[in-house]
C-alpha cells in the first residue's frame, strides 16, 4: 500500500528552467510533508517542508505547494541548476501522535538538469 | 558539529547469517530513527528510538531489531540474513521526539550486500 507516490520516476530539464516534481497521497491523517534531496553514496538532505495548515512555503529557489483537497503536492525549482541533479523523495508524516520519526517516502524522482 | 554517522558503510554477508550496524546520531539529537532503501521499494520505515526506548515500528519481520544506549547511539541487528535483504540502510537523527516535527538528519548509510 504505497501511500505516498511519486508517478514521475524521472525528469530532465534545461539549466535556467523551471523543474516541477510531484507527489501525491492517500492518507489525509497526512499533516506535514517534506522534500529530500538525495546524491548517489550520500544520505538524504533535508530541502523544505510544509504544514497542512499552509498551502505554500517557499526557500530561495524551492517552494512547495500542498492541495489538499487533491492531495497532492509539488515541488518547484526556480531556476534550475546543475547541481541540483539528484533524487528527489517526497515524504509525509503525522506531526502529533505517535509518529515522531516515522516519514512515509515516496519512490524519489530522477530529476537531471542540463546545462 | 559533526553529522549522522553509520558504520559499517559497506559490508557483505551471506544468507542466514546476522548482522549489526551502528549509527552514532548528531550531538544532543535523542532521536534516532531507521530505514531501509531498496531499489523497488525506496525508503521504508524500520523503527524509532527515543530514550532508549522503541517508539514507533515499521512493517518488518521479528528479525529485524535495534536498541538504543544511554549516550543516544543505536543498532540494529538483522538476524537470519535473506537475499532480499540486500540494502542501503540508513539512520536519522532528530532533535526530541515532541513539538512541532522537524526534518530528520539523515547518515549516509551502510551498504549490505547478502550472497
Known amino acids: 500500500d504505497q501511500q505516498v507516490k511519486q508517478n514521475s520516476p524521472s525528469l530532465s530539464v534545461q539549466e535556467g528552467r523551471i523543474s516541477i516534481l510531484n507527489c501525491d497521497y492517500t492518507?489525509?491523517?497526512?499533516?506535514?510533508f517534506l522534500w529530500y534531496k538525495k546524491y548517489p553514496a550520500e544520505g538524504p538532505t533535508f530541502l523544505i517542508s510544509i504544514s497542512s495548515i499552509k498551502d505554500k512555503n517557499e526557500d530561495g529557489r524551492f517552494t512547495v505547494f500542498l492541495n489538499k483537497s487533491a492531495k497532492h503536492l509539488s515541488l518547484h525549482i526556480v531556476p534550475s541548476q546543475p547541481g541540483d541533479s539528484a533524487v528527489y523523495f517526497c515524504a509525509a508524516s503525522t506531526a502529533g501522535g505517535t509518529s515522531y520519526g516515522k516519514l512515509t517516502f515516496g519512490q524519489g524522482t530522477i530529476l537531471t538538469v542540463h546545462p | 558539529k559533526a553529522g549522522v554517522t553509520q558504520t559499517p558503510r559497506y559490508l557483505i554477508k551471506t544468507r542466514g547469517q546476522q548482522v549489526t550496524l551502528s549509527c552514532s546520531p548528531i550531538?544532543?539529537?535523542?532521536?534516532v530513527s531507521w530505514y531501509q532503501q531498496t531499489p523497488g521499494q525506496g525508503l521504508q520505515f524500520l523503527f524509532e528510538?527515543?530514550?532508549?526506548?522503541?517508539?514507533n515500528k515499521g512493517n518488518f519481520p521479528g528479525r529485524f531489531s535495534g536498541r538504543q544506549f544511554s549516550n543516544s547511539r543505536s543498532e540494529m541487528n538483522v538476524s537470519t540474513l535473506e537475499l532480499g535483504d540486500s540494502a542501503l540502510y540508513l539512520c536519522?537523527?532528530?532533535?526530541?521526539?515532541?513539538?512541532?516535527?522537524?526534518?530528520?538528519?539523515f547518515g549516509e548509510g551502510s551498504r549490505l550486500t547478502v550472497l
Open positions: 492518507n489525509s491523517m497526512f499533516d506535514y
Open positions: 528510538y527515543f530514550s532508549e526506548t522503541q517508539r
Open positions: 536519522a537523527s532528530k532533535l526530541s521526539i515532541a513539538g512541532v516535527m522537524g526534518e530528520l538528519f
Open positions: 550531538s544532543g539529537h535523542r532521536s
